[in-house]
T-cell receptor, first 111, second 113 residues
Framework: GENVEQHPSTLSVQEGDSAVIKCTYS??????FPWYKQELGKRPQLIID???NVGEKKDQRIAVTLNKTAKHFSLHITETQPEDSAVYFC??????????WGAGTKLIIKP | NAGVTQTPKFQVLKTGQSMTLQCAQD?????MYWYRQDPGMGLRLIYY???????DKGEVPNGYNVSRLNKREFSLRLESAAPSQTSVYFC????????????FGNGTRLTVT
């Protein structure tokens, strides 16, 4: 079945710098890749998603890139701000239409 | 619109007690889900309902049952609670299965002693 690995587990960056979180997946038939942000004690919320027919998608300071050949996708956050501090989860929808989740990355923005 | 509403927000049970977690959505979504999240971990799917009238097991269904009461409501029942079921439970809904954005409720924090 599908397996999603997410790295790093913790990422600490200086405010204003960029942050990159990477995920790899195993099912080559996966075709939908969402990213969710979860602030402490809150519910996960979708921040961006990408489908397999697109290589990159941007929404203001957030972007996601997808490399289908290598089976990995990444979240890029530019000009990081204190409110970006949270846990970020990637996921991949496999050939059985199930979302398989990564273990999460705790992003810490240092002032 | 309230989105996805879960009740209760907090619950403490003794081992062996039963309870039902309630979830309702007002977005006219077809699919609904129950996840659990243990400290420092990701989300694990317990059960889901792709559409009204259907339910299917997820990754960790043992010890749980679900009911899709109607299109709006999807409940999760613990028949005999165990300490291993201490977790935060999230209900979610989506318009067109897992290939569309999931909208989560605020969660139920359950402790089993």
């Amino acid at each position: 079945g599908e397996n999603v690995e997410q790295h790093p587990s913790t990422l600490s960056v200086q405010e204003g710098d960029s942050a990159v979180i990477k995920c790899t997946y195993s099912d080559s038939a996966s075709n939908y890749f969402p990213w969710y942000k979860q602030e402490l004690g809150k519910r996960p919320q979708l921040i961006i998603d990408i489908r397999s027919n697109v290589g990159e998608k941007k929404d203001q300071r957030i972007a996601v890139t997808l490399n289908k050949t290598a089976k990995h996708f990444s979240l890029h956050i530019t000009e990081t701000q204190p409110e970006d501090s949270a846990v970020y989860f990637c996921a991949a929808m496999d050939s059985n239409y199930q979302l398989i989740w990564g273990a999460g990355t705790k992003l810490i923005i240092k002032p | 619109n309230a989105g996805v509403t879960q009740t209760p927000k907090f619950q403490v049970l003794k081992t062996g007690q039963s309870m039902t977690l309630q979830c309702a959505q007002d977005m006219n979504h077809n699919s609904m889900y129950w996840y659990r999240q243990d400290p420092g971990m990701g989300l694990r799917l317990i059960y889901y309902s792709a559409s009204e009238g259907t339910t299917d097991k997820g990754e960790v269904p043992n010890g749980y049952n679900v009911s899709r009461l109607n299109k709006r409501e999807f409940s999760l029942r613990l028949e005999s609670a165990a300490p291993s079921q201490t977790s935060v439970y999230f209900c979610a809904s989506s318009d067109q299965g897992m290939g569309s954005p999931l909208h989560f409720g605020n969660g139920t924090r359950l402790t089993v002693t």
